[in-house]
């Protein structure tokens, strides 16, 4: 199994801040990386296919980069609908998702 | 714009059979890949199996033999069986499409269904 891990696993930032998650795939993976958003009580929500191809309707403060085994996913101003948990997922292989990212407000 | 909706037992038995059925509607369950993905209360996200109606299927080594997915394209559903559940099998449970293929991204879920492993 390839395995995803994310980085920071917590992080407090507040409105306005630029913050960036990390994903490591333990294997090479190409682009084979998307990003989800999560909210409490919600299903995971697409932000990002293939490691940087945003989806339609998310916002252009998202952005995600990368390739290979490494990734990394941007939001370059904060809102308060930001404040969620990310989780990265590869689809290289048996797909496994990162454990995620909790976002918190400072 | 597809919708999921996941139906099925809220509460199951150790040692009985998890049964799930997903319903699509907005478009035909032909078109596209689908997976179940699960999440126990307060942890992350697993991804269990896929499925496209041709029969490519995988599903997760972990689980190992005791996941069966399959479509039923005259009911437009999506269902999983899950055998000889545990406790540890105690999750909300997520349908979702594929937006491209097996190895694409999973761009619409269901809401999910709560299902407890409980005597």
């Known amino acids: 199994d390839i395995q995803m891990t994310q980085s920071p696993s917590s992080l407090s930032a507040s409105v306005g801040d630029r913050v960036t998650i990390t994903c490591r795939a333990s294997?090479?993976?190409?682009?084979?990386l998307h990003w989800y958003q999560q909210t409490p009580g919600n299903a995971p929500n697409l932000l990002i296919s293939s490691a940087s191809s945003l989806q339609s309707g998310v916002p252009s403060r998202f952005r995600g980069s990368g390739s290979g085994t490494d990734f990394t996913l941007t939001i370059s101003s904060l809102q308060p609908e930001d404040f969620a948990t990310y989780y990265c997922?590869?689809?290289?292989?048996?797909?496994?998702f990162g454990q995620g990212t909790k976002l918190q407000i400072k | 714009q597809v919708q999921l909706q996941e139906s099925g037992p809220g509460l199951v038995k150790p040692s009985e059979t998890l049964s799930l059925s997903c319903t699509v509607s907005?478009?035909?369950?032909?078109?596209?890949?689908w997976s179940w993905i699960r999440q126990p209360p307060g942890k992350g996200l697993e991804w269990i199996a896929y499925?496209?109606?041709?029969?490519?299927?995988d599903n997760n080594p972990s689980l190992k033999s005791r996941v069966t997915m399959s479509i039923d394209t005259s009911k437009n559903q999506v269902s999983l069986k899950l055998i000889s559940v545990t406790a540890s099998d105690t999750a909300v449970y997520y349908c979702a499409k594929h937006l491209m293929g097996a190895a694409g991204a999973l761009d619409s879920w269901g809401q999910g269904t709560l299902v407890t492993v409980s005597s």
């Open positions: 499925m496209h109606h041709s029969g490519s299927t």
């Open positions: 907005g478009d035909s369950v032909s078109t596209y890949y």
């Open positions: 997922q590869q689809t290289y292989s048996n797909p496994t």
């Open positions: 294997q090479y993976i190409s682009t084979y």
